[in-house]
C-alpha cells in the first residue's frame, strides 16, 4: 500500500483533532514569530497536538504550541511554549469571539505550513467536542470504507 506523502511546506498537522473534534470553520492566519522560531519551523521542530487559540484583549493568541529551541540561537533562543500572537483582521476576530462565547466553541490549531512566498500561517478551526456516539460512528464509516476498498481491489 503506497504511504501518504505531505507537501514540502507542511510543518506540522494536528491529527487528534480530527478525533477529537468536529472541524466547523477553517480560518487561515499568520503568526508573530521570533527568528530562531522561524529556523526551528523550517527543521519541523514544533507540536500544536496540546495548544489551543484564544482571543484576549481583542487579539488572537496561540497558547501550548511547543516550537524547540534552535539548536544554533544560543543566547538569543525562543521561549519554547510562550503564547505566539496570532495575525487576523479585528472584524475575523469578533465574529470568531461570538461565536466562542456564545455557541461554546474552541479554537484549535489543525496545521501549521509555509505558503508560496514562504510565510509561516496557521490554519485554526472553530471546532466542537465529539461526543462518544460521534467517535463510534467515525469508526464505523471508516472500517466501512477500508471493506469496500479491499473487495474492489481483489475484484481488479
Aim: glycine share 6%; charged share 35%.
Amino acid at each position: 500500500m503506497a504511504r501518504k506523502t505531505t507537501p514540502d511546506n507542511i510543518v506540522c498537522r494536528n491529527r487528534r483533532a480530527a478525533r477529537r473534534f468536529q472541524v466547523l470553520q477553517k480560518l487561515e492566519c499568520g503568526i508573530a514569530l521570533q527568528g530562531t522560531e522561524v529556523k526551528s519551523l523550517r527543521n519541523r521542530a514544533v507540536s500544536v497536538e496540546e495548544a489551543y487559540a484564544r482571543i484576549m484583549d481583542g487579539e488572537l493568541w496561540l497558547i501550548g504550541c511547543h516550537i524547540a529551541p534552535y539548536k544554533y540561537g544560543h543566547t538569543k533562543n525562543h521561549e519554547p511554549l510562550r503564547r505566539r500572537k496570532l495575525l487576523v483582521h479585528a472584524r475575523e476576530i469578533k465574529k470568531l469571539n461570538y461565536k466562542v462565547e456564545q455557541k461554546g466553541l474552541t479554537l484549535v490549531p489543525l496545521r501549521v505550513y509555509f505558503n508560496q512566498r514562504g510565510i509561516a500561517k496557521v490554519s485554526l478551526g472553530l471546532v466542537r467536542g465529539k461526543t462518544l456516539a460521534d467517535k463510534r460512528q467515525d469508526l464505523q464509516a471508516r472500517d466501512h470504507q477500508r471493506e469496500i476498498s479491499r473487495a474492489m481491489r481483489r475484484r481488479r
